[in-house]
């Protein structure tokens, strides 16, 4: 129903000014109330209702002067000795710095000056109110999360015959890029039309390629270097060395000669902590670990034959896989070969002999992985065979903790850079491992499959949410894995510290244990060669006495399966008879009484007869 009331109006009247005047109220409509209307309203509560109740804003724009900002450097030279002073002299700078330091002078003058520092320091002093000074101390604890890994984004190799993703390397500026090395490792199987191309792919752009690099022959090993973002270092299948400078372009900046270089492929190439960072190390299976400066690259500064008899004998060297280098230990470096042995080198021995410290045997099979923990570098990781073992340099003998014997092969490994309990691993099955020694050591805490095909090596991020595996057929997985296994736990820098010593300690227990008795084996053998007696065997007396224990067994077994045949057979006699006597009822309980009563008549006149 609609309610309508019509003004009527002349036309000359429109526009004239509104007359208004009192009168009596009048009824237009009389609606009555429905009660069926009534039960069908709802209450709104609330009601949202769109208005205007706003100021009205107006944008201006005003045209300011805009402070410019210019870095200087200075060159700074040490000056100030005296004469009698070779500022290149360490001794000679310590004993004058000890003597002056002594003086009240130099004191005053210093706490003088300090002040003055300090007030020009605190004017260009600039603080994040928003930032966090105490990330490791305020560790998160442990939660309830699920452990996942997902997968962001795929690296395909673009060429039409497919390579091996063998080695990555992250950019050492906030991983933006990832450089890898592409290789077919087959021996003698690479196809004649295979691309020697290797890539450097931009994480946000996986279908293109950022930079191409094109080596003399396919690259086994990608190395940044981690002083300078532009520059590469790469190991050949040829045995050269080849450097990349990204902003010359594709092609190779420095290049070893075949002379002086490896005879067999590169499979490790590492930066060394360096004052210039134009200095690395590369090893290969020829048994040869090399020294290079990449400013004069055409032939090694240095060359450390793997020979484990310290003879230097280059026949008996033992093939190497994989190199370990920390810096924070600059003057030792370890070594994986393919014999499954860890040799421990020391760089700054005089000797070529008294290079090679110590070897740790486990594997075997080659060891495709070799990398130090980052928060315990005494302990290392090695990945090799079906299994990844924990070592202690403390411990040569034995590893000190050890993964099951896997049914597919490993092909490499890391530790995480965030957290020590936490490594990853690859299988040939194309399964990612991620280790958890805090909440599991038997199995792994998350096994995920990432492909079809082999995975062959393995690379994390700084910060330990990202990882990249490449494949068999050249293609690289970047994977994000969940905050539970890239956050440090509460306490766990203590807890791995305290597993870590004891099971070292159980080790070194172990290893005196077998120590002790193979000298105690060793001397029963030295007093019997000594008194010369030897035991003399008779044959014929040995053989009789084996004869009759060996049939002594054979009849103990007959006659224990005859004892056991008779007693089924009694068991089986006496269900039969129970089903008869419920069958026959008072006949055989009237037979039964009868024999009773016989018994003991008979049972009578045996003791009459006692008596008389």
């Not at 260009?124 to 996942?148: H, P």
């Not at 270097?225 to 040829?238: E, F, Q, S, T």
């Not at 890391?414 to 040939?428: D, H, I």
Request: aromatic share 8%; net charge negative; glycine share 6%.
């Amino acid at each position: 129903m609609e309610i309508v009331y019509v003004y009527v109006k002349r036309r000359s009247e429109f526009g004239k000014q509104c007359n208004f005047s009192d009168r009596q109220a009048e009824l237009s409509i009389d609606i009555p109330p429905n009660p069926e209307l009534n039960e069908q309203f709802i209450v709104r509560d609330p009601v949202d209702r769109g208005i205007q109740c706003s100021y009205d804003m107006s944008e201006h724009e005003v045209n300011t002067e805009r402070f410019e900002m210019e870095t200087r450097g200075i060159n700074h030279l040490e000056g100030g000795w005296p004469k009698d002073v070779n500022p290149l002299e360490l001794e000679q700078t310590i004993r004058f710095r000890k003597k002056v330091e002594k003086d009240e002078n130099y004191i005053n003058a210093i706490l003088q000056l300090g002040y003055v520092m300090e007030h020009c320091i605190k004017q260009n002093n600039a603080i994040d109110i928003y930032g966090e000074y105490f990330e490791e101390e305020d560790a998160v604890e442990v939660s309830d999360e699920i452990l996942s890994a997902k997968t962001i984004n795929v690296f395909r190799d673009p060429h039409e015959i497919k390579r091996t993703a063998s080695h990555l390397s992250w950019h050492p500026d906030a991983n933006r890029k990832l450089a890898v090395s592409y290789c077919c490792l087959d021996f003698q199987r690479a196809d004649a039309n295979m691309s020697y191309d290797s890539f450097i792919w931009d994480l946000e752009n996986p279908n293109k390629p950022d930079i191409t690099l094109k080596p003399s022959s396919p690259l086994v090993t990608l190395e940044y270097n981690p002083k300078d973002a532009h520059v590469l270092i790469g190991g050949c299948y040829n045995g050269q060395i080849a450097c990349w400078d990204t902003r010359k372009g594709s092609l190779v900046a420095e290049l070893s000669t075949i002379e002086f270089s490896h005879r067999d492929p590169v499979f490790g190439a590492l930066w060394l902590q360096s004052k210039t960072g134009t200095e690395c190390f590369s090893a290969s299976t020829d048994g040869q670990v090399m020294w290079w400066d990449i400013r004069k690259i055409n032939e090694p500064t240095e060359i450390l034959i793997m020979d484990i008899s310290r003879k230097g004998i280059l026949e008996n060297a033992l093939g190497a896989i994989t190199l370990e280098f920390e810096a924070t230990m600059p003057t030792k470096f370890m070594v994986g070969t393919e014999q499954g042995t860890v040799i421990s080198c020391n760089r700054k021995a005089k000797t070529a002999a008294e290079k090679i410290v110590c070897t740790f045997s486990g594997h075997h099979g080659p060891i495709y992985a070799l990398q130090r923990n980052p928060f315990y570098p005494k302990n290392f990781l090695t990945v090799g065979d079906w299994t990844a073992r924990i070592w202690s340099e403390e411990s040569r003998e034995s590893c000190i903790m050890w993964t099951k014997y896997h049914m597919a092969y490993l092909t490499d490994g890391a530790w995480s850079p965030q957290r020590p309990a936490v490594f990853f691993t690859t299988k040939m099955d194309g399964t990612l491992d991620i280790w958890d020694f805090v909440f599991k050591q038997s199995d792994p805490a998350l096994s995920l499959k990432v492909c079809d095909e082999s995975l062959s090596c393995l690379k994390v991020q700084d910060n330990g949410c990202f990882l990249a595996c490449g494949s068999r057929l050249g293609t690289a997985t970047l994977l994000e894995v969940s905050e539970g296994l890239c956050t440090l736990q509460r306490n766990e820098k203590n807890t791995m510290s305290s597993i870590f010593e004891r099971e070292t300690r159980r080790e070194k227990i172990l290893e005196a244990r077998h120590r002790e008795m193979r000298l105690k084996e060793k001397g029963k053998s030295e007093v019997k060669d000594e008194e010369g007696d030897e035991v003399k065997v008779n044959w014929p007396e040995l053989l009789a006495q084996t004869e009759t224990e060996y049939f002594d067994v054979i009849n103990h077994e007959i006659k224990r399966k005859e004892a056991a045949l008779r007693k089924s057979e009694a068991k089986k006699k006496d269900y039969e008879e129970e089903g008869s006597e419920e069958e026959g009822g008072g006949a055989i309980g009237g037979e039964e009484e009868d024999e009773e009563e016989d018994e003991e008549q008979g049972e009578e006149g045996e003791e009459e007869a006692a008596k008389e």
